[in-house]
């Protein structure tokens, strides 16, 4: 069965410097994927890109979505094929209610798929049993995007908007990143929840803790702006016992360095 | 053009004749100042940003009659809000749209027209006596040609809870056309009112509205004042407003200037007695070529007042907006706490947006603030939103409405706010359904 992403040797450039040097990647429709890596090795990068944050030039390579070209589409036109980014530093946007925002995403969603939109009712009706997933209280909802969350809610939010618009790929940048425990287990309970074997989800993160709650079928390992390593799940505990020291290259030994702090 | 084609449009105004001596002579002194000063250059300080050409690009005259038809009762049906409200069409008042009733008790509203016969007492010690001091050209133009507008007067402790509403129709007639309104309104002691002052623009005759407003707030009074000037992309529009607040009253003026190829919004606001509160909000939206002007003066010359002024710039394509904001605390008006905020939004690479706070502190104990800014969308924002599959121009309308929700969100929920929200939306790139 072909791959639902097909990345093939891309290469990406952020104001004027090489980030990604020649990223392969498949991944398909049912798999967990995570990616590992030190600070600076270019995951975040690789999720902006798939993603389609404009200030990322993609200088060489492709990447195919379900068979067809994803870079040369504007973000929303991604959204609305399915791709999702739950952001390492979601936006606060104030002015901008949630409920709002997410009604006019999905119903966006919607017309493209030629589905009717939901009136403002039935939204709220879904939304509230979406929010449970997560813990989130329905009072949030009438709140500015983001406006004075703290970091837990921040990355709840973001799990909660992927619950809501049900995408085909999930790319998660650092979800777990600043949540302390009870946090990274409703974050993780979310994304388990939402694993289904017509989505995909790729899991970048930074530690190796993240993958005790959610279990990848793949693990990759990247440095400076590739992937130097591909494996199961044992990966992840060669990662954990021994760093990113291993790796050697750019980035290697801080990433161990940020590893090693309580 | 110049300055002489007003002068004779208004010495054939004033031969008209047949009224009292007292507003002949209102109107000779109106005429003499405004001779005396002529048309602003971009030489003069106050007037250095805006296209002071326009102002005398037609042969604007007055006019003496207007017909109201189907164009007119369909804009009042969708501008009009309930209450009681005075229409004008070219300046020219309509009574058969406006509607008297459900006036409180205590509340009077008449057209000029009408006041000028029965209330010249009271006219004569009002008209002019606020806006005299800081007269400019076209507040002394609005004299010469003084005639039609409204007057609202409060009794003590009069009470109007539902806004009452002035609509102002710029159609244009065979030729240009001056209007030039004046609204006064009288607050006694302890009464509370709410006044909406709505500038629309029919069809695209040439137009200019050159409106002056007067507010003389009795101890202890309170007035939302509402001015939605939506006039069409070529009219243009001068406004003044000037006020002076008695003790411990309090006044509010929430402008949004939406039209016009040249609009100019001034509020010059005076603090007569101890205690007073005053709000000055704006919010300013230009696309195209439009010009929009903001200027705000306030004068704190008795202590223990306060005054926060919040104004907004959202300018598009080629627009260019100012925000000239002027406060001045007097010697002896200690305990003064004022604040003044400008931010402004450019949404394209030719828009621009001059603002200038400008503070003459000569009390010493006082609290002063003030910020400007000016900026574009945040591209991450845009990003955030767009990721979600919300379309750029969608993303950028919600962002902007976001930006300026912060001043309609200052109008009390209702249908004042409700057609605010409207306009707004009009106004705003991208599709209605994004309002939120």
Sequence with gaps: MASLLSIQDLHARVAGKDILKGINLEVGAGEVHAIMGPNGSGKSTLAGVLAGRETYEVTKGSVLFDGKDLLGTPPEERAKAGVFLGFQYPVEIPGVGNLHFLRTALNAQRRAKGEEELDAMDFLQMAKEKAKLVQLDAAFMNRSVNEGFSGGEKKRNEIFQMAVLQPRLALLDETDSGLDIDALR????????????????????????????????????????????????????????????????????????????? | MSASHYVDVARSFQARGDVPAWLQAFREEGLSQFQARGLPTSKDEEWKYTPVATLSSHPFQPVRDVSAGEDVAQAVARLALPGPRLVFVDGRFVPALSVLTGLPRGVVLKPLSQALREDGALLQETLGQFSRPSAHAFTSLNAALLEEGALLTLAPRALSEVPVQLLFLARGGDGPVLASPRIVVVAGEGS???????????????????????????????????????????????????????????????????????????????????????????????????????????????????????????LDDRSRGTFHGKILVREDAQKTDASQTSRNLLLSEGAQVDARPQLEIFADDVKCAHGTAVGRLDDNALFYLRSRGISKVDAERMLTQAFASELVRAVPEGPVRARVEALLAEKLPGSAEVMG
């Design chain 1, 186 to 262: 409703i974050v993780a309970g979310g994304v388990n929840a939402l694993r289904a074997k017509d989505r995909a989800m790729v899991v970048i993160t930074h530690y190796q803790r993240l993958l005790d709650y959610i279990v990848p079928d793949r693990v990759h390992v990247m440095s400076a702006g590739r992937i130097v390593r591909s494996g199961g799940r044992e990966l992840a505990l060669e990662l954990e016992e021994k760093g990113y020291g291993w790796i050697g290259g750019e980035g290697g030994a801080a990433g161990k360095a940020k590893e090693a702090r309580p």
């Design chain 2, 192 to 314: 509370e009112a709410t006044l909406v002052e709505t500038y629309a623009g029919l069809g695209t005759g040439a137009t200019f509205t050159n409106a002056v407003t007067e507010v003389s707030l009795g101890d202890n009074a309170s007035l939302r004042h509402f001015k939605l000037q939506a006039e069409g992309d070529t009219a243009l529009h001068l406004g003044g407003l000037y006020s002076r607040q008695g003790r411990d009253s309090r006044f509010q003026s929430h402008a949004f200037s939406f039209g016009g190829a040249l609009a100019r919004n001034e509020v010059h606001a005076a603090f007569a007695g101890e205690g007073g509160e005053c709000v000055l909000n704006g919010l300013f939206v230009g696309r195209g070529t439009q010009h929009l002007d903001n200027r705000t003066d306030l004068d704190h010359a008795v202590p223990h007042c306060s005054s926060r002024e919040l104004y907004k710039g959202v």
